[in-house]
């Protein structure tokens, strides 16, 4: 082919801008940051509802990415975000390097962080002050945090000082959030970290027995307003909104937070590991180190657990829908056909939500309990379609000779209608209860430490955005073919049932 001049022109200006791309790309340059101001015009990843968040919304002129912890090392290193805030402590015991990012300005944002309480525990949070002065006063304070101090640049810091909360009948409820390093940590199964520390020696100081439950740190406020939990310990800065909702401690200690982003020059000069190297640093890190795959474990059973009582009451809730509405009254199809259409046309997040928040907001039920309840209820409303579309299938001669026989018409959809509905339904009420099992995924939300919840507590104590999900993520896969392939099987011994019966008759 004859190169034209025009040709010529349009690949010379490929070749340019591939080269002049290809060096930009590869180098770069960082920001000067020097004060808060210098963050205006930058995309930041922040925290969300942390008292970086407000100060920088207060600023404005900043294009504020906002997320938990865990996500600001993956945002920074996917190029989502150019700059990221984290607490000066969880900076220093992140392993930056390891993702090409580095700290630019550190020992911003200082600021006090407070312990909160419900306004009914107006008298413990009284006590709690009373304790911290005086633990300030005796050298208690200055020695559990020079401690901490000393570990600061290990990867696992580990406090030398051991104060497990108190068991008791009726223990102070305190919400966390794990993974602000070091402050609230978990080591070995067991919460740590300075604030951890802190409120188990006011525990043992005054002999209140003390259960942490662990939520997300959006949560921890509306939870002890509807009385959740009795106090939170997450590293929450004292606000005048927060103020009207809970009681705050003084202060329990002063911290300030950093600003990160990519290592400066050549990105092709930053040394990284090779791919077998990273693996077994990724497994030694994130699965072995203080057997961090109990985690997962533990989580993976609270996942089955919830998935199959789930799918257990879902089918009971979906079958006595179908029947209710298959009912000769108008009124009671109309009715129970509404109810359907309301559940479906709600979110499953603000389902789970209401049950926690507002129908089990007065009573300690078990987010296990909520949760299946949730899950139940609406993929109940599912099922219920699905069975009423297999029952349509059915020949009113089923239902006639039912009442020849002289059965109920509950007989008569128990023993002949459903059993020949089901063969027929398998095949979609298979895609809903995989569906159903992968949406379980979003039960952290009402602290429970299922599958999904599990790898995020891995990734906020490593900051390894991506070995952690990649367990979960095959995690759910099996778990999604095991439950095909069991309905599968019935689905192909049904057949065989039927196929065994025309032959016989």
């Known amino acids: 082919m004859k190169m034209t001049p025009i040709r010529y022109l349009a690949a010379a200006s490929l070749l340019a801008l591939f080269v002049c791309c290809s060096g930009n790309d590869n180098y770069y340059e960082p920001p000067v940051i020097e004060t808060l101001e210098d963050l205006r015009g930058h995309t930041v990843a922040v925290s969300s509802g942390s008292r ?93 945090m020079a401690a901490w101090e000393s570990n600061f640049d290990s990867m ?84 005048e909104e927060r103020a009207t909702k809970i009681l705050f401690s003084d202060a329990v200690l002063t911290s300030g937070a950093c600003v990160i982003g990519k290592i400066p020059g050549k990105q092709s000069d930053i040394q990284k590991p090779g791919l077998l190297q990273n693996i077994k640093e990724s497994i030694q890190i994130n699965l072995i180190n203080e057997d961090r795959w109990k985690l997962l474990t533990d989580g993976l059973t609270v996942t089955v657990l919830i998935s199959v009582l789930s799918i257990l009451a879902g089918t009971m809730i979906g079958i006595l829908l179908c029947f209710l509405r298959m009912r000769s009254k108008r009124y009671t199809e109309k009715a129970i056909g509404y109810l359907i259409d309301l559940i479906r046309g709600i979110p499953i997040l603000i389902i789970l939500m209401l049950m926690f928040y507002v129908i089990f907001g007065s009573v300690q039920a078990s987010g296990t309990t909520i949760a299946v309840c949730s899950f139940g209820l609406y993929y109940g409303a599912y099922f219920a379609e699905i069975f009423r579309s297999g029952m349509m299938g059915i020949g009113r001669g ?56 599990g790898g995020d507590t891995i990734r906020s104590l490593t900051m390894d955005p991506f070995f952690p999900l990649i367990i979960v993520t095959i995690a759910y896969f099996i778990l999604s073919r095991l439950a095909e392939w069991m309905l599968d099987a019935l689905e192909a011994r049904l057949t065989n049932s039927e196929t065994n019966k025309s032959h016989k008759s």
Not at 86 to 105: E, M, N, P, S, V
């Open 52 to 144: 970086q968040d407000i100060a920088l919304t207060d600023i404005g002129g900043i294009n504020l990415v906002r997320m938990p912890v865990a996500d600001i090392v993956l945002t920074l290193k996917s190029g989502i975000a150019e700059l990221g805030i984290l607490l000066t402590g969880t900076a220093h015991t992140a392993r930056l390097q390891d993702y090409g990012l580095t700290i630019y300005k550190d020992d911003f944002f200082p600021g006090e962080v407070c312990s909160g309480f419900s306004k009914s525990k107006a008298d413990v949070c009284d006590r709690y002050n009373s304790f911290l002065k005086e633990f300030k006063a005796n050298g208690g304070y200055d020695r559990l």
């Open 156 to 239: 696992t810091v580990t406090a030398p000082l051991e104060c497990p909360p108190l068991s008791g009948p009726d223990p102070l409820l305190v919400g966390i959030t794990v993974g602000v390093s070091p402050y609230i940590l978990m080591t070995n199964g067991e919460y740590t970290g300075i604030e951890i520390d802190i409120f188990n020696h006011f525990s043992q100081a005054t002999g209140i027995p003390v259960k942490y439950v662990e939520f997300e740190f959006s949560a921890l406020i509306p939870c002890i307003t509807t009385g959740k939990i009795d106090a939170l310990v997450s590293h929450m800065a004292r606000t």
């Open 398 to 453: 089923q239902w006639e000779a039912g009442a020849a026989l002289g059965l109920s018409r509950l007989q008569t959809f128990r023993l002949v209608a459903l059993p020949q509905a089901l063969k027929m339904i398998l095949p979609v009420y298979k895609g809903d209860v995989i569906a159903l099992i992968k949406g379980t995924s979003i039960v952290g939300y009402v602290a429970i430490k299922d599958l999904t919840k």
